[in-house]
């Protein structure tokens, strides 16, 4: 070797310098469909240990980022190419920003001159800007000195605060950009303490308490806030302590389980038309829960509400007592307070509960026996949840319209953070992507409850399941349509807007990628299904046929639909 050689900088790169922030900063696994210019930042992570899982759409890998922020509480990273790739990952970074979920989209993009003069660059767009609407916060990095910067800043906005969706802009010019590689790693730096706890102030723990202990109908709401806040410990003190009954947002279900004895589950509508006090615990008070409005809510009710962002309060109703701070910290706070100021939930009112959780769980019971033939949502729930009794563990993914209703009704939850929805918007096409990412980052199986409509989204991602050999069970509720599959056109030979096809085995979609494919047209086909499936711990997917005349359309948000009053006739 010559002198001169011996003197040629080590050097390292762009690419390698993003891999090196996201593992000095604690990544281990990251979610993406790779192509121009971020293939070699896949690569690279492999090559150092962190866990790259690829996707056939960004849509769904965005999607597993974002259930992987909600169950890890460190940002979920997903790796999108530019320009369609970028938008096609956005929806899951916009869906995980409205759920408070801790994501970064990391995507690579064009060139930045030619973009700026529209002079039409391989996948032109200028994505900083398009994502920045539908963010927490979005950042470009323009110089491969301000990566780790750039990584640094993208973690703290994700996970700090009320958690969402942050877009880290990475162009080709600077992911292949050299430089020296001392210089590049004094670059970087891992992000001290990037989610500070933050507790909320005594006098708003007491003038909660002073709210609560004048209640004759209190009522606490958990949302999906107190289940990312790991909160379950103080929760469960606190509601037993003071005897409020409880409801459960659908992602919140499991951090006291569904059977406690003070759930309102079987009494909602009961609960909300009366509660004076209802305390709000990681929920926001949206289109979720009527807004806090009459018809479903008293207008004589006033609020306690927990929560991390002090913009949420007064968002619907005024709220009374604003509690601001970390939802396990303040929960430990307002448990130590009740020593002082013990607060009782009065026997008539739990009583009043009790009734009607009686009525109705008997009436529930009824429907869930009836055993329909051809079968419908009860009988294949049914099946479902006595499987699930048995084990535990077990993540539950739910998507459709009326699958996602009576799924969330029927389907009992005992463990916190073990189910993933639909969520704040309502949103179809999650259902692959957060089955993976639950199995992935929890090594768990996986039981994916889906509409056909809903799976319709994501199902290519089957692919993805047996390609990783995920131990996920998909159950598609066959009924053939959007809501219903028996709509009928009377105008033409097409198909109805909201029918699909019924004779669909989307088990052999399943099969031809390598997984199990079930078939079942009874409860009794439904559970056996499951129970090999489960025990095999392998990919399966079971075509469960659902009556195309049960459910209704828009399922629970008929009220949300507009329908036409000039519809034609026949
Ligand atoms: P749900 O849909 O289950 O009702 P939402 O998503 O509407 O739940 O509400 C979750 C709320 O929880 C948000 O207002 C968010 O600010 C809050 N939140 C999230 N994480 C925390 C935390 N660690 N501590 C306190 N509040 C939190
Ligand atoms: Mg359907």
């Known amino acids: 070797m010559s002198a001169r050689q011996s003197h040629v900088p080590e050097l390292t790169d762009g690419f390698h310098l993003v891999v090196d922030a996201l593992e000095l900063n604690g990544v281990s696994t990251m979610y993406g469909v790779v192509g121009i210019p971020i293939t070699d930042v896949a690569r690279i992570a492999q090559a150092r240990g962190i866990r790259y899982i690829g996707f056939r759409q960004e849509q769904a890998a965005?999607?597993?980022?974002?259930?992987?922020?909600?169950?890890?509480?460190?940002?979920?990273?997903?790796?999108?190419?530019?320009?369609?790739?970028?938008?096609?990952?956005?929806?899951?970074?916009?869906?995980?920003?409205?759920?408070c979920f801790p994501m970064i989209q990391i995507s690579g993009s064009s060139e930045r001159a030619i973009i700026d003069l529209q002079q039409g660059d391989y996948e032109e767009l200028d994505q900083l800007a398009a994502a920045r609407p539908y963010t927490k916060a979005a950042f470009r990095v323009d110089r491969p000195e301000d990566i780790g910067l750039g990584v640094a800043r993208a973690i703290r906005a994700a996970v700090?605060?009320?958690?969402?969706?942050v877009y880290l802009d990475l162009p080709a010019s600077v992911l292949g950009a050299t430089l020296d590689a001392s210089e590049g790693r004094a670059s970087l730096f891992r992000a001290v303490d990037p989610a500070p706890i933050q507790l909320p102030s005594a006098a708003a723990v007491d003038r909660a308490l002073g709210v609560l202990?004048?209640?004759?109908?209190?009522?606490?709401?958990?949302?999906?806030?107190?289940?990312?806040?790991?909160?379950?410990?103080?929760?469960?003190?606190?509601?037993?302590?003071?005897?409020?009954?409880?409801?459960?947002?659908?992602?919140?279900?499991?951090?006291?389980?569904?059977?406690?004895?003070?759930?309102?589950a079987a009494a909602r509508s009961l609960a909300l038309k009366n509660a004076d006090v209802v305390m709000l615990v990681g929920a926001r008070l949206n289109w979720l829960?009527?807004?806090?409005?009459?018809?479903?809510?008293?207008?004589?009710?006033?609020?306690?509400?927990?929560?991390?962002?002090?913009?949420?309060?007064?968002?619907?109703?005024?709220?009374?007592?604003?509690?601001?701070?970390?939802?396990?910290e303040a929960m430990k706070l307002l448990v130590v307070a009740l020593g002082d100021r013990p607060v009782t939930a009065p026997r008539v009112w739990r009583d009043a509960i009790d009734a009607?959780?009686?009525?109705?769980?008997?009436?529930?019971?009824?429907?869930?026996?009836?055993?329909?033939?051809?079968?419908?949502?009860?009988?294949?729930?049914?099946?479902?949840?006595?499987?699930?009794?048995?084990?535990?563990?077990?993540?539950?993914?739910?998507?459709?319209?009326?699958?996602?209703?009576?799924?969330?009704?029927?389907?009992?939850?005992?463990?916190?953070?073990?189910?993933?929805?639909?969520?704040?918007?309502?949103?179809?096409?999650?259902?692959?992507?957060?089955?993976?990412?639950a199995a992935v980052e929890?090594?768990?199986?996986?039981?994916?409850?889906?509409?056909?409509s809903a799976f319709g989204f994501s199902g290519m991602e089957v692919e993805t399941i047996c390609r990783y050999k995920l131990p996920i069970v998909v159950v598609v509720f066959n009924n053939g349509g959007i809501y219903k599959g028996d709509e009928v056109n009377r105008w033409s030979s097409d198909p109805a807007p909201t029918v699909l096809s019924r004779t669909s085995r989307y088990d052999k979609l399943m099969e031809a990628f390598g997984g199990t494919g079930y078939h079942a047209e009874d409860p009794g086909a439904v559970s056996a299904a499951l129970e090999s499936a489960l025990a095999s711990g392998k990919p399966a997917l079971v075509n469960c046929m659902i009556d195309p005349t049960a459910g209704t359309e828009s399922g629970h948000l008929q009220s949300l639909n507009a329908e036409s009053t000039l519809r034609p006739s026949p």
């Open 213 to 264: 202990v004048r209640a004759k109908r209190p009522l606490l709401i958990l949302g999906k806030g107190a289940a990312y806040a790991r909160a379950e410990g103080p929760i469960r003190t606190f509601i037993e302590s003071t005897g409020m009954p409880f409801l459960s947002m659908s992602m919140a279900k499991g951090l006291l389980p569904d059977d406690h004895p003070q759930s309102a």
């Open 442 to 452: 929890s090594g768990r199986s996986v039981i994916a409850v889906e509409g056909d």
């Open 62 to 99: 965005g999607h597993a980022a974002a259930a992987a922020g909600f169950l890890t509480r460190r940002p979920g990273i997903c790796l999108t190419v530019s320009a369609p790739g970028f938008l096609n990952g956005l929806v899951a970074l916009a869906n995980a920003t409205t759920n």
């Open 356 to 437: 009607k959780k009686a009525q109705n769980v008997a009436r529930m019971r009824a429907h869930l026996a009836a055993d329909a033939v051809p079968m419908n949502f009860y009988g294949a729930l049914r099946a479902i949840r006595d499987v699930l009794a048995e084990r535990d563990g077990v993540f539950v993914v739910n998507e459709g319209a009326n699958t996602l209703d009576f799924a969330r009704d029927i389907l009992p939850m005992h463990e916190p953070r073990k189910r993933l929805d639909s969520g704040t918007w309502g949103v179809m096409g999650v259902g692959m992507g957060y089955a993976i990412a």
């Open 289 to 328: 829960l009527a807004h806090g409005r009459s018809p479903k809510w008293s207008d004589e009710c006033r609020f306690v509400q927990v929560d991390v962002s002090p913009e949420e309060i007064d968002s619907n109703r005024p709220i009374a007592a604003p509690v601001i701070g970390d939802i396990d």
């Open 160 to 165: 700090s605060g009320r958690p969402g969706g």
